[in-house]
């Protein structure tokens, strides 16, 4: 796996992303004369979860309500990854995929968006920290594509697969694992892990190189 950002921390404890600091709570960053030792993304993010609020940051988790278990365990993994971070995940609130990831978000000290197709918040699994009907029905789903900076895919539904539609519509970085759409524009990983390692690489090269919509449209071109 190839980055084309450069990730450190200063003596001053900013992250600078290709020698620029990082404003965290604009999610953009600023020229800046320090320079400092290399970080991979794992480890600025940690850095950052230990001084500060992520909960701004929004990554959204796609995948089917009929999943296999490969498909749950990864799921589930990733949301207690993501979770543990404090970075607010947000899903479809409902069962499969959906429920596996909140699971995992939500044992992990997380929180949850469910943006559940239907009118009442008691259709959201038990492990949704903030429910929020939407009444759209299947079109929710592009309010989740919309709503997150970064989607990871996992699976392939026809459900998924509008959402994956719609996040490489509105240009944003799509990871698929899993059995996800092997459609031109999505990046592909191995397993949960790397998923979420791109995740976060896409996040930082967001803040870094925004696109018109300030920070949330963007094409990754962090992966090779």
Known sequence: MTTFIKISRSPSDDILIDGNALDV???????????????SASQAFEHLRASTSLRHLVVG??????ANEAQLAAAERIGALLGRLGITLICGGKNGVMN??????????????????GNSPADANEFVGIPLPTGLGEARNMVIAKSARVLIAIGGSYGTLSEVAYGLHFSKP?????GAADIPGVIHVGDAEEAVAVALDALLFSAAYPGPSGGCNIAYRGRA
Do not use: F, Y
Not at 174 to 178: D, N, P, Q, S, T
């Open 61 to 66: 988790v796609i995948g089917p309500r009929n």
């Open 25 to 39: 709570r604009q999610w953009v960053t600023k020229p800046d004369s320090q320079t400092g030792d290399a970080l």
């Open 174 to 178: 799509v990871i698929g694992v899993e």
């Open 100 to 117: 596996a990831v909140s699971r995992g978000c939500d044992g992990s000290g997380g929180l949850m968006v469910g943006i559940l197709p």
